[in-house]
């Protein structure tokens, strides 16, 4: 059975940081882009950021700077560093995995996706 497995979300205050985790099972994790996206309340499902097969990473503009993505394939996990957190960045935030290794923007193009960690940031 395929899980992503989201964890870290919280409340911080503007300005803070969180550290959130993705624990995959069930599918050859190496071999799979993971990325984190997010969704705000009213607002599309988008891309913030992405590490492929071959480890490299892509970020959303909107967060360059502040976040990090890592991934570490002898355990299957991906962390997103987050700092200098912002009230624009509170959503649910989703970690996704796409099978051809690659990073891509759509959120439709993943194979399989976690349930979510809330992150809520208060001014």
């Known amino acids: 059975e395929v899980q992503l497995v989201e964890s870290g979300g919280g409340l911080v205050q503007a300005g803070g940081s969180l550290r959130l985790s993705c624990a995959a099972s069930?599918?050859?994790?190496?071999?799979?882009?993971i990325a984190w996206f997010r969704q705000a309340p009213g607002k599309e499902r988008e891309g913030v950021s992405c590490?492929?097969?071959?480890?490299?990473?892509t970020y959303a503009d909107s967060v360059k700077g502040r976040f990090t993505i890592s991934r570490d394939n002898a355990v299957n996990t991906v962390h997103l560093e987050m700092n200098s957190l912002k009230p624009e960045d509170a959503a649910v935030y989703y970690c996704?995995?796409?099978?051809?290794?690659?990073?891509?923007?759509?959120?439709?193009?993943?194979?399989?996706w976690g349930k979510g960690t809330l992150v809520t940031v208060s001014e």
């Open positions: 996704a995995a796409e099978g051809w290794g690659i990073c891509r923007e759509r959120a439709g193009a993943m194979d399989y």
């Open positions: 069930g599918f050859a994790f190496n071999q799979y882009a």
């Open positions: 590490t492929d097969r071959q480890g490299r990473v």
